[in-house]
């Protein structure tokens, strides 16, 4: 699903790489904690997969496409098939929503119809159908950290990208936003959260890969688990 | 799904008008008055030229004629008539080319001179008149009649034609200089309107990239509300030439009719109306695609 040769990032102006000689194989169906201290480069291996930016060396390979080599359009279209939740969310303050929701089956031409469907779907199962039609400056942050994740979700995407899902919200509600993304990762998403949160790195069937300077420092595979052992609690 | 995606093209192409605010309704604004000036300057032309066609149809060739009977004149102008660029030529006696000249002469004094005149026979010769073929059209022909068996001269008052023609050709370059100036105001206009959408709408750009947006999805709305600004300044442009033409034509045909006739003010014919919508909304178009590449090359 996810291959990463090699990979090196260096940054304009930066004395060092934000990435070094990166190696990492993920597997479809994975759910893989992206751990390290701040500056590591989890965010900017992130920003690697959704093509926000070019690796400087190796090669980055996502569904069997390597990333370096597609044209605008076959980027536009790759990026469809991947949700990302944004560390500052990146969503629109004026619009509703529901339009902000919207926005990602807007571009790939479903109906109106089909788009208000989906979207009020995905809003019951974050738990926000009661604020559909609220402009995203009257939510908390919370609830706009849901809103990301479902704007993530309802193009039921292949991957879906976190950057610190959790990282402005106490214990009770980054328990409620891992479960969503566990929900999501049952039914078979490539799940991969990038954090410091040391609180998100135990339980369930999930793999840490922690980075260190920008380099992978240690790469635990999920707890042998089985299938039907479906502990997924998250704290 | 090509539906789907144009109904989100309408959508976001309402949002980019919304957001276009000051620079929006300015660039609508300078569109209406540049397309104003056109439609103005080019009543005026388009009335002067059929004023031109209908003084160059009344200046009529007169040619002298060596012959001695009717028969031979007779010859002779069905020649000219044949003369291609001739609209009609028509036969005149002696006795009525010198009754025809005694009337053009005034005071006894000339009269009194024209007592031994004799005149020849003569044929009175209308050219075909096209505005575009002009002066230097016209003195061909007489020349190419002056060269025909029989023709012995021929008269043509060219000064009248002469001006006209000058002043057409100013005419016709003042109105290229001025529909140049126009397009181009009117596309750094919106350009530039367009340019401030996208710094306005730069979040939400971005955003539908991020969530996969394609060049088009983007550029499109951006493309229709230039195309928006360019039309509506057409639209207003030609309903206050009209309310201006209404008011102004009685007053023109008043002061113009008597020296040269009944002269109406025209409106510009439909089809003429038509092409400023429409210029109007690809000048839009095209100022919209500037500020729209520009920022698709500089985006990623
Ligand atoms: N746009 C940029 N330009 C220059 N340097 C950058 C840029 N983005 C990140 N860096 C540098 O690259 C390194 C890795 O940054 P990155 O954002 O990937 O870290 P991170 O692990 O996500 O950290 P955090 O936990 O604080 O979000 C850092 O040293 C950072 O300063
Ligand atoms: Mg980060």
Redesign the pocket.
């Known amino acids: 699903m996810i291959e990463l040769y090699h990979v090196g990032k260096v ?1 304009p102006g ?1 004395d060092r790489p ?1 990435l070094d000689d990166v190696n990492l194989s993920i597997g479809k169906s994975e759910f893989i904690i992206l751990a ?1 201290a ?7 291996l992130l920003r690697l997969l959704f093509c926000a930016e070019q690796a400087s060396s190796g090669q980055v390979i996502l569904q069997g496409k390597n990333l370096a080599r597609l044209s605008r359009h076959e980027m536009a279209k790759a990026r469809r098939s991947i949700g990302v939740v944004f ?1 500052d969310f990146k969503l629109l303050p004026a619009l509703s929503v529901l339009d902000n929701i919207a926005l990602a089956l807007e571009v790939q031409g479903l109906s109106r119809d089909d788009v208000v469907r989906r979207c009020l779907k995905v809003l019951n199962e974050v738990g926000l159908s009661h604020k559909t039609h609220q402009p995203i400056a009257a939510l908390s942050g919370g609830e706009q950290q849901r809103v990301a994740i479902a704007r993530a979700l309802v193009v039921e995407p292949a991957v879906l990208l976190c950057d ?1 899902p959790t990282g402005n919200l106490d214990a009770e509600r980054a328990r409620e936003v891992m479960e969503l993304l566990i929900t999501a990762h049952v039914r078979g998403t490539t799940v991969v959260v ?1 954090t ?1 949160d040391p609180a998100l790195l135990s339980g369930g069937r999930r793999r840490v890969v922690a980075l260190d300077q920008g380099r992978i420092a240690h790469d635990a595979p999920a707890a042998a688990a089985r299938r039907s052992d479906q502990r997924f609690d998250a704290a | 799904m090509i539906g789907a995606l144009s109904a989100s093209v309408v959508k976001h192409g309402w949002r980019s008008v919304r957001s276009g605010g000051l620079p929006f309704f300015f660039a609508v604004l300078m569109t209406a008055l540049g397309m104003f000036s056109l439609t103005a300057f080019g009543t005026v032309l388009w009335n002067f030229r059929a004023l031109a066609r209908a003084v160059g149809e009344s200046v009529a060739a007169v040619a002298f004629l060596k012959v001695d009977d009717a028969a031979a004149a007779e010859e002779t102008r069905a020649r000219i008539q044949l003369t291609p660029g001739v609209e009609s030529a028509t036969l005149m006696t002696p006795e009525e080319a010198l009754q025809r000249a005694r009337r053009g002469l005034s005071g006894s004094a000339a009269l009194q001179a024209s007592a031994g005149l004799t005149m020849p026979w003569v044929v009175e010769v209308v050219p075909r008149f096209s505005l575009e073929d002009g002066e230097s059209a016209r003195l061909e022909l007489v020349q190419r009649i002056g060269a025909l068996d029989g023709v012995d001269e021929v008269l043509h008052p060219g000064g009248e034609l002469k001006r006209i023609d000058a002043l057409l050709r100013l005419l016709h370059g003042a109105g290229l200089f001025l529909a140049v100036l126009i397009v181009l105001v009117v596309v750094v206009v919106v350009s530039n309107a367009v340019r401030l959408t996208v710094l306005v709408r730069k979040d939400e750009i971005a955003i539908q990239k991020l969530v996969g947006a394609s060049d088009a999805f983007v550029a499109l709305p951006l493309l229709l509300s230039g195309v928006v600004q360019g039309t509506l300044g057409a639209v207003i442009a030609l309903v206050t030439s009209g309310i201006a033409h209404a008011s102004l034509a009685r007053v023109v045909r008043v002061a113009l009719s008597g020296a040269l006739g009944t002269f109406t003010l025209d409106p510009l014919p439909w089809w003429i109306l038509a092409c400023v919508i429409v210029g109007g909304a690809l000048l839009g178009a095209v100022g919209a695609l500037l500020s729209v590449a520009r920022f698709l090359r500089t985006s990623s």
Do not use: C, D, F, N
């Open positions: 940054y930066a934000a390290g701040s500056g590591a480069g989890k965010s900017t560390q610190e990038a410091h």
